[in-house]
């Protein structure tokens, strides 16, 4: 699906598709982490499988400086261990669970927005 977002200054999620995600015209075709915070640039997320996930995927995310985190679960909705993102809840950060594609979208309206947002894209093979 290709995606028309507002124009901003932070990193855009232009489209997707079973297997990739462009950002900024840039496709990638593995889990990834995209953030709104100035100067950022994509980063390939080393989380391969749900079931592979472990607190250690979540602590990188807690460290972004993000007011809110969105976890894109993959081609449909699975809900991470409440372990895995208690360093979000200890540092105050929001968290919301979604399917990949939503997620790309959510990001791109808060991004334009302004927001402190990272969102983390799982890309199972």
């Not at 807690?62 to 679960?73: I, P």
Request: proline share 6%.
């Amino acid at each position: 699906m290709k995606l028309q977002p507002d124009k901003s200054n932070s990193l855009t999620i232009n489209a997707y598709g079973p297997g990739w995600i462009e950002v900024n015209g840039q496709r990638f075709t593995s889990s990834l982490i995209v953030s709104s915070l100035a100067g950022s640039s994509p980063l390939v997320w080393d989380a391969a499988h749900f079931e592979d996930l472990s607190p250690l995927d979540f602590e990188v995310l807690a460290q972004s400086g993000a007011e809110l985190v969105l976890f894109g679960s993959g081609q449909r909705l699975r809900f991470p261990q409440p372990a895995w993102f208690a360093s979000l809840i200890q540092k105050g950060i929001g968290m919301e669970t979604m399917d990949t594609p939503a997620a790309c979208r959510t990001y791109n309206i808060l991004a334009s927005e302004g927001r402190k947002v990272v969102v983390a894209l799982l890309m199972e093979a």
